[in-house]
C-alpha cells in the first residue's frame, strides 16, 4: 500500500534523510518542507496521508503543527519526531491527536515500522467510516427522482401509510420502480431497523419455492439433508417483499394466504406450526383485478393484499421526470466511472423525451450507463447512447429511397411505416389485447381496429406469440423437474 507523506523539519539534512529511508524501501511518495509555515501552504492545496514533523521548530512547533493538520486534513495521521524526549511532550502530542511520538536518534526500522502502523491504521479507520456510512444509507429512504403530480402524489401516500401494519401491493409496468417504492415504505414504517427480506417469484423454480420461502426439515425430500431457514423466519419482525407475485402458481397462492391472513406456516415435511409478525409489501407487473377474473389469481388473496394499493405509472406518462431522471443517472454512473460529464445534448434530450421507453426508468438507466461509459467529452451525445444509430435518421420508417419519392407519397409512406411499426409495438406489449392496446395508445378501440384492418395487422399473431412463450416456459419447467 502506497501513501502520500509530508516531512516537517528545520534541518535539512534530517529532510534528506527521511526522504531516503522512506522512498529505498517503500513505494510511497514524500514531499518535504522546512518552514512549517510553507508547510501549512502546501496542506492548503495538496492531501496527505500522514505528515512526520519535529517537534521543536522556528515559526511554529509540532504541536502547533498538530493543530493545522487537524484543521486542514483531519484525516491525515501526525507522528511528531523530537531530540527533547520528554514523557509530557509524548503525552501532549498525543492528548491533541498524534498518532506516535518517535525521539531522535532513532533507526530507520523505527520510523518504517510507525509509517506502516500509521497508514494501516488510517486504512482501517476509512473502512470503518465507509460500513458506518453504508449502513446509515441503508435505513434511509432510497432516492425517488420524480417531480410529475403522478408520482409525487404516490410517494406523498407512501409515507402517509408506511406506519401502518397494512399490506400493500404496489401495480406497475416492469421497469417503473416497484421495489424502491417497496423499500421507501419500509424505510418509512417502525421496522426501518429490521430485515427488507426481498423474494423473487419469478427467479425461483415453482418446485423449491415453497422450501425458499418457509423453510424445511431434514429429510423432507431427497437433498434435504439438514433443516434449513425460509425467508419468512429472516424477515421475522422485519418486511417480506413478495415481487412479481402474479407468477405464484394457485397451489403457493393458497399457503401464501394462509400466511398473511393468520400469519402461521409450515417448514416443508414440518409437523409443527410457525408464527411470523411480517409486515407483507407485494409487486406486479400485471392486472391481478383482470387475472382475478380470468380465474389465474385466487380473489381471497387479491383483496388480502389489497389493502392499499398503489399502481405505479410507466415513463411515458410522466415524461417530465425524464430530464431530472437523466442527469441523476448521469451523476450517478459519471462517479462510478471517474468521469466528468457535466451536460447532456439538447437534441439527445428532446430524442429522450420523446422515446417510448417500455422498459421505463430500468431502460432509461441502461442507456445513460452506456452513455456516460461511451461518452469521449463533458457532454453526452446521441452517437453515445446509440452508437449503432449514430449514422441513422431517429425515426426507422425513414430510408434512403424515402427522399427520392414526391412529397405526397413520401408522406404516406412515412405514415404507413409509422402505423405499423407502432401498432406492431403496443400489440406486442398487451399480447394481442386489443382493448388494452387501445388503451395505452390513448385511442378508441374501434379506430385502432379499423387501422389493423388498413394495415392488415391481426392481433391474433401476437397473442400466438404470448402463447409460445408461455408453452416455452412450461417446456423449460418440465425440463427441470426432469
Not at 242 to 266: C, F, N, P, T
Amino acid at each position: 500500500m502506497s501513501g502520500r507523506i509530508l516531512v516537517v523539519d528545520d534541518e535539512k539534512d534530517m529532510l534528506s534523510l527521511l526522504r531516503r529511508i522512506i522512498t529505498e524501501k517503500t513505494l510511497h511518495k514524500v514531499a518535504t518542507e522546512h518552514d512549517p509555515l510553507k508547510a501549512v501552504e502546501i496542506m492548503e492545496k495538496e492531501a496527505f496521508d500522514v505528515v512526520i514533523t519535529d517537534l521543536k521548530m522556528p515559526g511554529m512547533d509540532g504541536i502547533g503543527l498538530l493543530g493545522e493538520v487537524r484543521r486542514i486534513q483531519p484525516r491525515a495521521v501526525v507522528i511528531i519526531m523530537t531530540a527533547y524526549a520528554t514523557i509530557e511532550t509524548a503525552v501532549e502530542a498525543i492528548r491533541k491527536g498524534a498518532f506516535d511520538y518517535i525521539s531522535k536518534p532513532f533507526r530507520k526500522e523505527r520510523i518504517l515500522l510507525t509509517l506502516r502502523r500509521a497508514l494501516d491504521w488510517q486504512a482501517l479507520t476509512r473502512e470503518n467510516v465507509a460500513l458506518r456510512e453504508s449502513l446509515e444509507q441503508q435505513k434511509k429512504p432510497p432516492s425517488i427522482v420524480a417531480s410529475s403530480p403522478a408520482m409525487t402524489s404516490t410517494l406523498d401516500s407512501v409515507k402517509q401509510v408506511a406506519k401502518s401494519m397494512a399490506t400493500i401491493l404496489i401495480q406497475g409496468e416492469s421497469g417503473t420502480g416497484k421495489e424502491l417504492v417497496a423499500k421507501s415504505i419500509h424505510a418509512y414504517s417502525d421496522r426501518s431497523d429490521k430485515p427488507f427480506v426481498t423474494i423473487d417469484c419469478t427467479a425461483i423454480p415453482e418446485q423449491i419455492i415453497e422450501s425458499e420461502l418457509f423453510g424445511h426439515v431434514k429429510g423432507a425430500f431427497t437433498g434435504a439433508w439438514k433443516d434449513k431457514r425460509g425467508l419468512v423466519d429472516e424477515a421475522n419482525q422485519g418486511t417480506l417483499f413478495l415481487d412479481e407475485i402474479g407468477e405464484l402458481s394457485m397451489v403457493m397462492q393458497a399457503k401464501l394466504l394462509r400466511l398473511l391472513q393468520e400469519g402461521e406456516y409450515k417448514a416443508v415435511g414440518g409437523l409443527n406450526t410457525k408464527h411470523a409478525d411480517i409486515r407483507f409489501v407485494a409487486a406486479t407487473n400485471y392486472d391481478l383485478e383482470q387475472r382475478t377474473a380470468e380465474k389465474t389469481f385466487r380473489e381471497d388473496l387479491f383483496y388480502r393484499l389489497n389493502v392499499i394499493g398503489f399502481r405505479l405509472p410507466p415513463l411515458r406518462e410522466r415524461r417530465e421526470d425524464i430530464p431530472l431522471l437523466v442527469r441523476h443517472f448521469l451523476g450517478k454512473y459519471g462517479k462510478l466511472n471517474r468521469k466528468e460529464i457535466r451536460d447532456i445534448d439538447p437534441e439527445t434530450m428532446s430524442m429522450l423525451m420523446a422515446r417510448h421507453w417500455p422498459g421505463n426508468v430500468r431502460q432509461l438507466e441502461n442507456v445513460i450507463e452506456r452513455g456516460v461509459i461511451l461518452c469521449r467529452s463533458e457532454q453526452i451525445m446521441l452517437e453515445d447512447l446509440m452508437p449503432e444509430r449514430s449514422h441513422a435518421s431517429p425515426l426507422s420508417c425513414f430510408n434512403g429511397a424515402t427522399y427520392s419519392l414526391p412529397f405526397k407519397k413520401a408522406k404516406e409512406a412515412v405514415i404507413r411505416a409509422f402505423h405499423q411499426e407502432y401498432i406492431h409495438a403496443i400489440l406486442r406489449q398487451n399480447k394481442g389485447n386489443i382493448s388494452r392496446a387501445a388503451e395505452q395508445a390513448g385511442l378508441q378501440r374501434q379506430y385502432l381496429h379499423r387501422l389493423m384492418k388498413e394495415e392488415n395487422i391481426s392481433a391474433e399473431n401476437f397473442k400466438d406469440d404470448a402463447a409460445n412463450h408461455a408453452s416455452g416456459v412450461e417446456v423449460l419447467q418440465a425440463g427441470t423437474q426432469l
